[in-house]
């Protein structure tokens, strides 16, 4: 009688344990089926991004360049926005990129050479340092560049206050699965 309890218990875990594969599964595609889709023909690049979020439509700056949860408000000839995530297409070669920005100006914490879209690509953690010229000393940004001929594409985030830094690495993660260069 034990083995047979057993038996059952087993197929009942494994029936458990598939139906929260199929679940996984299912919030996985639902996720991905939760982008928008935003084009932005000056930087020749395409994005997906969570369709709760905002992104600007250009009013004097390029769309799709800013990306928020909330509402905001991009003014002409001003700083950036502090928005959750943010994608510019440069004027430099991807090695320029990476030296420019792993210089003095910045602590690496983490930095991976990966292809992206067909494309060579590094994905940067950085901490600012005194010598950035930009960032606060000790402000962290995490970031993809994507080589595109003589430029790249970069999408990044900051951690600053006011933004939720590790949320929006996931989110991040995912709209760079979701690139398109043109």
Not at 31 to 38: I, K, M, N
Not at 139 to 161: C, F, I, K, M, P
């Amino acid at each position: 009688m034990v083995p047979t309890t057993w038996r059952f218990a087993l197929c009942l875990a494994v029936l458990t344990a598939s139906g929260c594969a199929h679940q996984g599964m299912a919030a996985a595609r639902s996720q991905e089926a939760s982008l928008s889709r935003c084009s932005n023909p000056a930087g020749r690049y395409s994005i997906g991004y969570p369709s709760a979020w905002t992104t600007n439509t250009g009013n004097g700056v390029e769309p799709c360049r800013f990306f928020h949860p909330s509402p905001f408000e991009v003014q002409p000839n001003s700083e950036e926005p502090l928005v959750a995530v943010s994608v510019k297409r440069e004027p430099m070669p991807l090695e320029a990129f990476v030296q420019g920005n792993t210089g003095s100006s910045n602590e690496v914490l983490q930095q991976e050479r990966l292809t992206l879209a067909g494309r060579p690509a590094v994905r940067l953690e950085l901490r600012a340092t005194q010598d950035s010229p930009l960032l606060p000393p000790g402000t962290r940004e995490y970031l993809y560049a994507l080589g595109d001929g003589d430029s790249v594409v970069r999408v990044s985030t900051l951690a600053v206050r006011g933004l939720d830094y590790a949320g929006n690495q996931a989110v991040l993660e995912e709209m760079v699965r979701s690139l398109e260069l043109r």
